[in-house]
Nanobody
């Protein structure tokens, strides 16, 4: 059973930084396309950043502020978030996708940006 576990959320002031981590229990982590998504209160879930085979994609709202990376040796993907804004407040979810059958989500980690 593949498990996806996020960590690193919390409360931060505007302009601050946080790094989220996501670890996946699998023997084939390197084949998965990894992504970070978020869902704010009353909003739909949206893609934040994705990484696959070294190619990265970002939502326009986070370009230049967020950076996604992965360490295949540690089965971990990271999301470095800088210059955080109140509108970044959301539950952040990690997704591991290989096929429609091998598509796994974590439980989410809360990020709150507030003074």
């Amino acid at each position: 059973q593949v498990q996806v576990a996020e960590s690193g959320g919390g409360l931060v002031q505007p302009g601050g930084s946080l790094r989220l981590s996501c670890t996946v229990t699998t023997n084939i982590f390197d084949v998965y396309n990894m992504g970070w998504y978020r869902q704010g209160l009353g909003k739909s879930r949206e893609m934040v950043a994705r990484i696959s085979s070294g190619t990265t994609t970002y939502a326009d709202s986070v370009k230049g502020r967020f950076s996604i990376s992965r360490d295949n040796a540690k089965n971990t993907v990271y999301l470095q978030m800088n210059n955080l804004k109140p509108e970044d407040t959301a539950v952040y979810y990690c997704n591991a996708y290989y096929t429609d059958v091998l598509d796994f989500w974590g439980q989410g980690t809360q990020v709150t940006v507030s003074s």
